[in-house]
């Protein structure tokens, strides 16, 4: 019904910058929250950032100040903007979204098949 499709991973220098994007498809009326999570190896997922369909934001507070999430709701994407990025930020990012159906009308989330991001000089 729904898809998410990330981009923009790759790898990176320490300090380095890098810019995510999702793109959702498929029966979207509209989608309330949308936010990215990432597992490193090994380990759970974690919630990285969020974004609310008025602009409010979180943040988990180890990236505050070097990530920044944003929206375009008239094209359904979300990107995340990851500066000053460390070895430690290496991990899959995940894009997610709670997405109101079209047709049906129900409500679900739904998340992407992730991107490898790796910060490594």
């Known amino acids: 019904q729904v898809q998410l499709v990330e981009s923009g991973g790759g790898l990176v220098q320490p300090g380095g910058s890098l810019r995510l994007s999702c793109a959702p498809s498929?029966?979207?009326?509209?989608?309330?929250?949308m936010g990215w999570y990432r597992q490193a190896p090994g380990k759970q997922r974690e919630f990285v950032a969020s974004i609310s369909a008025t602009g409010s934001t979180n943040y988990v507070d180890s990236m505050k100040g070097r990530f920044t999430i944003s929206r375009d709701n008239a094209k359904n994407t979300v990107d995340l903007q990851m500066n000053s990025l460390k070895p430690e930020d290496t991990a899959v990012y995940y894009c997610?979204?709670?997405?109101?159906?079209?047709?049906?009308?129900?409500?679900?989330?739904?998340w992407g098949q992730g991107t490898q991001v790796t910060v490594s000089s």
């Open positions: 498929g029966s979207i009326f509209s989608i309330y929250a």
């Open positions: 997610n979204a709670d997405v109101h159906l079209a047709g049906s009308g129900g409500r679900d989330t739904y």
